[in-house]
């Protein structure tokens, strides 16, 4: 049993539908895969700040995962739109937290590469609140 089959349906991140904002389109396919692993309904992506603007004009995704470098340009725009709206987020980058800018040190990170169970770990601490809303613990 693979570790995607051995978590599947167990997570409370059942409930929520993701977006992902990563410019790599092996990553964010990874990413889905892992989302989905843990039960997530449904996952949107998004591979640029554009896109991933125009995108949320459009719809309201319970949480998301920001890659930070979107090639060259800083995924922050989003960030912002994505707190105007109340919509938790983390971001992703391989710099670790050290990268983030001091704005947003107070935000959840999570250093690539990462596996199932650490993509867990840290968004099931940072999403709680919209588990518990969504009716996920």
């Given at each position: 049993?693979?570790?995607?089959?051995?978590?599947?349906?167990?997570?409370?991140?059942?409930?929520?539908?993701?977006?992902?904002?990563?410019?790599?389109?092996?990553?964010?396919?990874?990413?889905?895969?892992?989302?989905?692993?843990?039960?997530?309904?449904?996952?949107?992506?998004?591979?640029?700040?554009?896109?991933?603007?125009?995108?949320?004009?459009?719809?309201?995704?319970?949480?998301?995962?920001?890659?930070?470098?979107?090639?060259?340009?800083?995924?922050?725009?989003?960030?912002?739109?994505?707190?105007?709206?109340?919509?938790?987020?983390?971001?992703?980058?391989?710099?670790?937290?050290?990268g983030i800018p001091e704005r947003w040190a107070e935000?959840?990170?999570?250093?690539?590469?990462?596996?199932?169970?650490?993509?867990?770990?840290?968004?099931?601490?940072?999403?709680?609140?919209?588990?518990?809303?969504?009716?996920?613990?």
């Amino acid at each position: 049993m693979s570790q995607a089959e051995g978590t599947q349906g167990k997570s409370p991140l059942g409930a929520l539908t993701f977006l992902v904002v990563e410019d790599e389109s092996i990553i964010s396919i990874l990413i889905e895969d892992m989302l989905l692993a843990l039960g997530c309904p449904s996952v949107w992506h998004a591979c640029s700040v554009g896109q991933a603007m125009a995108l949320l004009a459009e719809r309201r995704p319970d949480a998301a995962l920001l890659d930070v470098n979107l090639s060259g340009e800083a995924a922050y725009p989003i960030a912002e739109n994505l707190e105007a709206q109340r919509i938790p987020f983390v971001f992703a980058t391989g710099y670790g937290a050290s990268g983030i800018p001091e704005r947003w040190a107070e935000k959840p990170v999570i250093q690539k590469p990462f596996t199932l169970d650490s993509l867990e770990r840290v968004l099931l601490g940072a999403f709680n609140a919209e588990i518990q809303r969504m009716g996920g613990a």
